[in-house]
């Protein structure tokens, strides 16, 4: 894809997107420019959803592909677990395991389990474990302390 | 990335498995010397041997590595299940066999019959111990979670 910056003294500032298909780059673009910070773009059944960032309840990463979970959906989405945490910088996910995301939010209760490891159960009845290596860290995020 | 920086090193996860299995070997040690100290009481002796304190702890040692690698920590774990009864029957045997082949209760029937009965009630106690902790944890982390989803509710 073509890029082309242009820097300008005086008149009004534009930007022009140019594209043949919709594809997911475009989407993001559209989205930061459509102020869409709390909002993600993602594939269902071939075709692109952009859902709220607050529906999701959990996002897991398999074979190298990452999954956002909603109540009623399952949504691919582009990038790693780790791109995802550092776009969004939102608090309220949390990086539970090597391969999950969870939406604080989202979890109706916890449990304290043996070896310091925590089962959260999110809004739709899945158990999600929180492992004994980001516990700690979990602990002190509802406390404040992160 | 700060997932690269939570990673344990091996010398961390060896820590932390050693002073686990530290903690549990003072913790049966001091149980086991109970037993002792009180079958030697009503014997009528009121002193110990080193020789046998020294057998006790390395025992209680040595279980407690068998208890963590070999049957999943049972005395920690979140339900008693086949796994964790057979761990707790061979410990119970291995600290039994060990008391008489090393003649803690001068191979006295009834005191090892009554010590191995001990060793069970010792562990079913720190089970549920760890299972009250963990309750309380719970009502813990549950009330810190909802003072969260308050603080960042959208």
Redesign the interface.
Known sequence: MKIRVERITDGEESIDIRYKEPNPTIERVLGILNNEGNRLWGRADEESVCIDLSDILYLESVDDKVFAYTRERILRIEGSLNSFMTETADETFFRCSKSMVINVNRVISLKSLSSNRIDAVMEGGEHIIISRRYASEFRKLLKGDR | ???NN???TFWERYLTNEIGIEFKACLYFFAVLFFYCVYRMIGGVFDASILHMAEMIFTCYFIGYIQLLVFG?FD???KLGVLECVGMAVCTLAYTAVSWFGGWFEENITATLLFAAYIVLAYFCVFFI?KSK??I??KK??E??R???T????
């Open positions: 990335m700060k997932d939570n990673k344990l920590n920690e774990a979140d760890y963990r309750r944890d719970d982390l549950n810190e979670l003072l969260f989803q603080e960042h509710k959208k």
